[in-house]
């Protein structure tokens, strides 16, 4: 399988730009960040792609009448470096259905819950809400409806009685920066392919840490072997 030219779209943070940047550049992850695109030029993450010696673009969707000549200017960005895979890492935009299809099964996102449950926004105060004693975290091929897709890999995470929010948003973010570059490596090894609507992996991925190979920090890494 030829090596992935990545790009990695953010919205803030990037912490999980970084945990995929860091995979990549440990050798863990056969695969190159060729782009980190946001739609926001004061996302923390740009600066750390950049001082990474990573090409950065900002491209504000405020500048766009809609979200279709919005995604074609991304479309293009990611052409144009040259990517032929997409990691959506806390990209806090609705993309339209021609962009998704364009890049089906070439685009991969990750979730703070273990979907199905909770989609969309304000996902830790729901959980907590909710009264459910664990929760986690998903890496998942991107389709029409928001935070749906083949599932590559999850991550179960407990939620604590004395949990609020920032306590239970910590401990899952955690959890996100093990398992995304879990996920993006079995893909960048040709190991993950899609049957139905089920992702299914072949063979199981050797650890990143020890902290890898199984239940660590009270949380237990979830990937679905074999057909
Ligand atoms: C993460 O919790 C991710 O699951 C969600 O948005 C958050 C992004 O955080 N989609 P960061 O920008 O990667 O730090």
Redesign the pocket.
């Known amino acids: 399988m030829a090596r992935l030219k990545l790009a990695i779209l953010?919205?803030?943070?990037?912490?999980?730009?970084r945990a995929l940047i860091g995979g990549c550049r440990e050798g863990h992850i056969d695969a190159e960040v060729a782009l980190v695109l946001s739609n926001k030029a004061e996302a923390a993450?740009l600066a750390h792609a950049a001082g990474a010696g990573i090409a950065t673009k900002v491209i504000p969707h405020g500048d766009f009448p809609d979200r279709v000549s919005f995604d074609g200017a991304v479309d293009r960005a990611l052409t144009t470096a040259g990517a032929d895979f997409v990691c959506?890492?806390?990209f806090m935009r609705l993309l339209t259905p021609g962009f998704i299809a364009k890049w089906r099964d070439r685009m991969i996102?990750?979730?703070?819950s273990l979907l199905p449950a909770f989609p969309g926004l304000d996902t830790h105060r729901r959980v907590l809400e909710a009264g459910v004693r664990i929760t986690g975290?998903t890496v998942h091929f991107v389709r029409f409806e928001t935070d749906t897709g083949p599932i590559i890999a999850q991550a179960a995470v407990p939620v604590l009685p004395s949990d609020d929010e920032t306590r239970l948003?910590d401990r899952?973010?955690a959890a996100?920066h093990r398992l995304y570059p879990v996920a993006l490596r079995l893909v960048a090894e040709g190991r993950v392919r899609i049957d139905g609507e089920r992702a299914v992996i072949d063979g199981l991925p050797a650890p990143i840490g020890p902290e890898d190979a199984g239940a660590a920090g009270g949380e237990a890494l979830l990937i679905n072997p074999g057909g």
């Not at 953010?10 to 730009?17: D, E, Q, Y």
């Not at 996102?109 to 703070?112: A, D, F, G, V």
Request: some cysteine.
């Open positions: 953010i919205s803030g943070r990037g912490s999980n730009m993450g959506l890492a806390g996102n990750i979730h703070p975290c948003a899952v973010l996100e």
